[in-house]
């Protein structure tokens, strides 16, 4: 079983930067495709970036394109959300995910494509 554990959020303000790592207690998710996504209060869950499971394709949200940034470091089995110019609408919970397709050289942008789910880190941007 692959558990998939976020850490790094916090209070950021406007304008500001963050890294989120995910790394997997069990199982190693190394070989696996992964994605980023997030949920702010009272709206449903949203794609933020999807990365292969080697890292040579990636996808990002329009709405965080240009800004955020995900990288993923196999040896190591963690991957990694870099968001920089955050803005207030960027506050929410950030969940990483796992998909069960190993070797896999697509990007998946779905919440139902992933098998494996993070507990979330909280982000909040605020002055």
């Known amino acids: 079983q692959v558990q998939p554990v976020e850490s790094g959020g916090g209070l950021v303000q406007p304008g500001g930067s963050l890294r989120l790592s995910c790394t997997p207690s069990?199982?190693?998710?190394?070989?696996?495709?992964v994605g980023w996504f997030r949920q702010a209060p009272g709206k449903e869950r949203e794609f933020v970036a999807a990365?292969?499971?080697?890292?040579?394709?990636?996808y990002d949200a329009d709405s965080v394109k240009g800004r955020f940034t995900i990288s993923r470091d196999n040896a190591k089995n963690t991957v990694y959300l870099q968001m920089n110019s955050l803005k207030t609408e960027d506050t929410a919970v950030y969940y990483c995910?796992?998909?069960?397709?190993?070797?896999?050289?697509?990007?998946?942008?779905?919440?139902?494509?992933?098998?494996?789910w993070g507990q979330g880190t909280q982000v909040t941007v605020s002055s």
């Open positions: 990365s292969s499971w080697s890292g040579g394709s990636t």
């Open positions: 995910a796992a998909r069960r397709s190993p070797y896999d050289r697509g990007v998946y942008v779905g919440a139902n494509d992933y098998h494996y």
């Open positions: 069990g199982n190693s998710f190394s070989s696996f495709p």
